[in-house]
């Protein structure tokens, strides 16, 4: 059973930075792409960042979040990593994984929900002013 597990979350100031990392327990048959989305209290889950893990690796961002987080793979594309700078307060929330198989998806609605098919439970992210 795949299960992907996040690590990274915690707590800084305004400005700070913070490095998210979910790693996949195995290969994924089949994987197209990988991305984080948040949730924050009382809010929908929104896509943060995509990445394809084809050769050419595709990225994906909110504009909430352009040019201050980066996504990236490791080396075996078996870890997604997701370097936040410069946070705000209004990235607080639970930072979520997820692994997508749908080529079409992966390629049309990177940043949607709908590209995960694996979860994994979330890390929370608190930014304080």
């Known amino acids: 059973q795949v299960q992907l597990v996040e690590s990274g979350g915690g707590s800084v100031q305004a400005g700070g930075s913070l490095t998210l990392s979910c790693e996949a327990s195995t290969y994924i048959i089949g994987r197209d792409c990988m991305g984080w989305f948040r949730q924050a209290p009382g809010k929908q889950r929104e896509g943060v960042a995509t990445i394809t893990t084809r050769t050419r690796e595709d990225k994906f961002y909110a504009d909430s979040v352009k040019g201050r987080f980066t996504i990236s793979l490791d080396n075996d594309k078996n870890t997604v990593i997701l370097q936040m700078n410069n946070l705000k307060p209004e990235d607080t929330a639970m930072y979520y994984c997820?692994?997508?198989?749908?080529?079409?998806?992966?390629?049309?609605?990177?940043?949607?929900?709908?590209?995960?098919?694996?979860w994994g439970q979330g890390t929370q992210v608190t930014v304080s002013s």
């Open positions: 997820a692994a997508g198989q749908n080529r079409r998806r992966c390629s049309t609605a990177p940043l949607s929900q709908e590209i995960g098919d694996y």
